[in-house]
């Protein structure tokens, strides 16, 4: 039977402590998850970064997929910052 691999960033979205781990040291991170899927670009991307741009970065995509999320549910964000306004 083939194990089961979580895409990373599926992984860091969906869990916190993950991507907290991940934030603070990226080769532990994912040695201590063993199911998680990354690439050999992702990896040297993240581990290219000092902590706190790791920080940003993940975070950024954090905030994207749950901005598009909202988006894809409720329709554009208006220029009020509300969800469903032109």
């Known amino acids: 039977m ?3 691999r979580i895409p ?3 992984r860091v979205v ?3 402590g993950f991507r ?3 934030i603070d040291d990226p080769l532990r991170a994912l040695a201590g998850a063993g199911d998680v899927a ?5 990896i040297e991307q993240l581990e290219g970064m000092d902590a706190d741009e ?3 970065f993940v975070r950024g995509v954090v905030r994207e ?5 909202g988006q894809a ?7 009020d910052g509300r969800l469903g306004r032109s």
């Open 2 to 4: 083939e194990e089961l």
């Open 8 to 10: 990373l960033w599926t």
């Open 14 to 16: 969906a869990d916190p």
């Open 20 to 22: 907290d781990a991940l």
């Open 38 to 42: 990354a690439s050999a670009e992702q």
């Open 54 to 56: 790791r920080g940003e």
């Open 65 to 69: 997929v749950h901005m598009r999320g």
């Open 73 to 79: 549910r409720f329709g554009s964000i208006g220029p």
